[in-house]
């Protein structure tokens, strides 16, 4: 009798334990859709997004999908995967805000579930839900998400490889399936961004195999190679399909300049990790010592598997002298799974409140608190000097705010008194706040601020399709795209740039810097039309012409 019930029990554990995976498989949903899309059209957009776009805009209409073009010269920076994502989405949603964000946006998704499996394949369900919510209200990805760039597209794809790889290792009776995963993983990184989308994630699997010792390794080098030469057949035939022009100045060029130019200090990464990977990155140094001490860092782990996946992309984006903030969201996976599995460690019966892991974590969250509470007394004021005129955020969040508050004040009893579950909620809760508050308030805010379509229609009323000079500024690649000419602008930089364009029997038009008008304007004999004055964001314009033969 007892066999029987047990018998009975059991499906229905099963059904609950489904049940329960789909309601928490929908709630990620839920959320990873608010923070990749909610207000993803409120802003126009912005510097190399909308080169991006432009780019992108015209493969949606010629359909030249192999002759990238911007301003109508041959666009040699980029391989025209992402451009040809944006295209089709750009047919699919219009030439929109959205139909240039989409594809970034839906990869930044993808992200947020590569987490989430990720966690339950290496740990337990617990350990893959908080990893999941770490991701999904970290800055680095509710910032880049909603971007049409292709970072995350690319750091999802190189992650996507790495995890197959060591799964690759973990499920033995399907490890041809995961190499294969892995390798078209990486044939995809390669079309997006070039060799980095190999290079990286293959050094990544050298130095697990390394550090693991795995001394069948040497057997599957033919299984290696054959994978290499499929990625190389795939990638090579792309890549070949392209101008003769285009792959002489992305590999010779672009790619060596990333190498060799000076940039960034070698160590920027590692202190860049905690304002771009706010608020998690704040408790690094508990979940450090956590897992130091717990001794699940040693090869043949899990938890070692992870590291070295992390390890290995901090160090090598660190070699080359180019370094840009946006890359750390390659790093945002296996970070936010040693985060969560540090917090697992920790948690009750194991973790007790004198424990020096634990102590460092509330200590954190203290440090989180007191920067909470700075950023609502003196964060407008610094961004009014930063970005002039941008709009009160505070005004329409004050009941966010209110709620920031009171949330701040709980975590900091919690801080002093309670266990480290209590803490992790408090921390919880004040991430999903703040994302909530990034999305809802300050993109829209940020569609106030930036007011370059406004600018962009006046502009196009007045010139039509008269000959335009433009100062080269941050902003003048957006100015660019809404102005969406049909024939190219001249840039002038300098006054000897805008005295050869004006030397012109036509009637012309130049949109200067206010430095560069008034150095126009103090020129002898040669007179100016002052048309209208603009500001956009913090550069601001003069529009003038000329209609007499020079």
Not at 7 to 35: D, M, Y
Request: charged content about 15%.
């Amino acid at each position: 009798m007892p066999e029987l019930l047990n018998g009975a029990r059991k499906p229905v554990r099963q059904i609950h334990s489904a049940n329960r995976e789909w309601v928490t498989i929908s709630v990620i949903l839920i959320w990873a859709l608010c923070v990749c899309y909610y207000n993803i059209s409120v802003s126009p957009v912005e510097t190399d997004e909308a080169l991006y776009a432009a780019v992108g805009r015209q493969i949606a209409r010629t359909s030249q999908w192999f002759r990238l073009e911007y301003e109508r010269a041959p666009f040699l920076y980029k391989p025209p995967l992402h451009f040809w994502l944006m295209a089709i989405s750009m047919r699919l949603w219009g030439e929109t805000e959205l139909g240039v964000r989409f594809p970034s946006a839906t990869f930044g998704l993808a992200t947020i579930f590569l987490v989430y499996f990720a966690g339950k394949a290496f740990f337990q369900r617990r350990v893959a839900v908080t990893a999941t919510l770490s991701t999904a209200t970290t800055y680095n990805i509710f910032w880049l998400a909603p971007q049409g760039k292709m970072d995350v597209e690319l750091g999802f794809w190189m992650n996507l490889a790495v995890l197959s790889f060591l799964l690759a290792y973990r499920e033995e009776e399907r490890r041809s399936g995961f190499l294969v995963l892995s390798f078209f993983s990486m044939t995809m990184a390669t079309m997006l961004k070039g060799p980095v989308g190999t290079l990286l994630p293959g050094f990544a699997a050298f130095v697990y195999l390394v550090s693991t010792r795995r001394s069948g390794a040497v057997k599957e080098i033919p299984a290696f190679g054959f994978g290499l030469l499929a990625l190389l057949g795939i990638a090579g035939a792309y890549y070949l399909a392209l101008t003769p022009e285009f792959n002489r100045y992305f590999f010779v060029v672009e790619n060596l300049m990333r190498i060799t130019e000076e940039s960034r200090p070698l160590l920027f990464y590692f202190y860049m990790i905690f304002p771009d990977l706010f608020p998690w990155s704040l408790f690094v140094p508990g979940a450090a010592v956590a897992l130091w001490r717990s001794g699940l860092l040693r090869p043949g782990t899990h938890e070692f598997s992870v590291l070295v996946w992390f390890l290995s992309f901090l160090l090598f984006l660190s070699i080359p002298s180019y370094k840009e903030e946006d890359f750390l969201v390659y790093l945002l996976p296996p970070f936010a799974l040693l985060m969560a599995r540090s917090w697992a460690q920790l948690w009750p019966p194991w973790g007790t409140s004198t424990t020096l892991p634990v102590s460092l974590l509330k200590g954190s969250l203290i440090l989180l608190i007191l920067g909470m509470f700075a950023a609502l007394l003196i964060g407008p004021k610094i961004l009014q000097l930063r970005f002039p005129g941008f709009p009160d955020l505070i005004g329409p969040a004050h009941s966010i705010v209110a709620g920031l508050v009171l949330v701040c004040l709980v975590a900091l009893y919690i801080a002093l008194q309670r266990q480290i579950r209590d803490v992790f909620y408090a921390v919880a809760v004040i991430a999903l706040t703040l994302t909530l508050a990034f999305v809802h308030f300050f993109r829209a805010a940020q569609g106030q601020y930036n007011a370059v379509k406004n600018i962009a229609r006046d502009i196009r009323s007045t010139v039509g399709d008269s000959p335009l000079a433009l100062s080269p500024t941050q902003g003048s690649t957006e100015l660019l795209y809404y102005l969406d000419r049909t024939e190219p602008v001249w840039y002038v930089a300098k006054i000897d740039g805008v005295e050869k364009f004006w030397r012109s029997e036509k009637k012309v038009f130049a949109l200067l810097t206010t430095d560069l008008y008034d150095e126009l304007k103090s020129l002898p004999g040669f007179p100016t039309h002052k048309v209208a004055e603009f500001a956009h964001r913090k550069w601001h314009y003069v529009l003038i012409h000329t209609t007499e033969p020079r």
